[in-house]
Antibody
Framework: EVQLVESGGGLVQPGGSLRLSCAAS????????MNWVRQAPGKGPVWVSH????????NYADSVKGRFTISRDNAKNMLYLQMNSLRVEDTGVYYC?????????WGQGALVTVSS | DVVMTQSPLSLPVTLGQPASMSCRSS???????????LNWYQQRPGQSPRRLIY???NRDSGVPDRFSGSGSGTDFTLKISEVEAEDVGVYYC??????????FGQGTRLEIK
């Protein structure tokens, strides 16, 4: 059974940092691109970043470029998102999403709240 | 960036009746490899999104056959042949032909009349 379990969310002040983690199981992790997608309260999903299976290629949405860093550890079946210089508009549920012909399987999400 | 526009934003449907929703892209979604990377997702209240359809018309495993996708180029449609109560939620289209970024539509909210 495919499972993606996010952790590391919480309340942080503007300008602060958080690191999200995603534990993957039930599939060959290194074979898949992985994505982070976020969803602000009451809004639609917005793609944040993705990383190729070997970890060598990454891409980011313009809104997070230079502030967020995606990474993975294929030996541990883990995906990460380091978020620095957080802004109020970064608030939302962050989903770890496997990619198979596009994003297919979504985790349950981790809530990130940026507020003073 | 490719802009995805969905309509209608709200879709009230009677149980057992068909439903249809539209997704249009600001440019053709035909990739240089000949495929069209247009997906449909369902998000039930309080749940994570779930992919229903990939590459315009291919149903994901476990998706009921009352869901079907069609279209080409810039115009795409998701149809539900006979709406059931469990189909209530928001439906999103998303393209991965022109990336980055991957882009989503704003969603169509399906509700029961």
């Amino acid at each position: 059974e495919v499972q993606l379990v996010e952790s590391g969310g919480g309340l942080v002040q503007p300008g602060g940092s958080l690191r999200l983690s995603c534990a993957a199981s039930g599939f060959t992790f290194s074979d898949h691109w992985m994505n982070w997608v976020r969803q602000a309260p009451g809004k639609g999903p917005v793609w944040v970043s993705h990383i190729f299976g070997d970890g060598r290629t990454t891409n980011y949405a313009d809104s997070v470029k230079g502030r967020f860093t995606i990474s993975r550890d294929n030996a541990k079946n883990m995906l990460y998102l380091q978020m620095n210089s957080l802004r109020v508009e970064d608030t939302g549920v962050y989903y770890c999403v496997r990619d198979t012909r596009g994003p297919d399987f979504w985790g349950q999400g981790a809530l990130v709240t940026v507020s003073s | 960036d490719v802009v995805m526009t969905q309509s209608p934003l709200s879709l009230p449907v009677t149980l057992g009746q068909p439903a249809s929703m539209s997704c249009r892209s600001s440019q053709s979604l035909v990739h240089s490899d000949g495929n069209t990377y247009l997906n449909w997702y369902q998000q039930r209240p309080g749940q994570s999104p779930r992919r229903l359809i990939y590459n315009v018309s291919n149903r994901d495993s476990g998706v009921p056959d009352r869901f079907s996708g069609s279209g080409s180029g810039t115009d795409f449609t998701l149809k539900i042949s006979e709406v059931e109560a469990e189909d209530v939620g928001v439906y999103y289209c998303m393209q991965t032909t022109h990336l980055p970024p991957l882009t989503f539509g704003q969603g169509t909210r399906l509700e029961i009349k």
